[in-house]
């Protein structure tokens, strides 16, 4: 992924097909960088996730409005993933309070 619209598409895309686990997991992955180059990584982050974070700084607002309406629509559409991302959907929403 080399810039903010690589990280766009998985998210808009999961959009309209929050069902499709291949889409779900390209998306979480995406919403993962987000939260992250806007200073709210996970515990663990991998490394060529972490050059990626800091070669591209901080979001645009909008890409984290995206992503958190993205995560809430799978967090809503599948038990399974729901648990998963809770993590993910919090440190969001610090970054969108911030």
């Known amino acids: ?20 686990e291949p889409t779900i997991t ?9 939260a992250s180059a806007a200073g709210e990584p996970p515990d663990e982050l ?9 070669r591209h700084g901080i979001p645009p607002e909008d890409l984290v409005d995206l992503a958190m309406r993205s995560m809430k629509l799978v967090a809503n559409t599948n038990e399974w993933w729901r648990e ?3 993590d993910l959907r ?8 911030g």
């Open 90 to 97: 919090f440190r969001l929403g610090e970054v969108a309070a």
């Open 46 to 54: 991998a490394t060529d996730a972490r050059a990626w974070v800091e």
């Open 84 to 86: 998963r991302i809770n």
């Open 26 to 34: 390209h998306a979480v992955e995406a919403a993962e960088l987000v």
């Open 1 to 20: 992924m080399d810039d903010w619209d690589t990280l766009r598409e998985p998210l808009e895309a999961v959009l309209a097909a929050p069902a499709d």
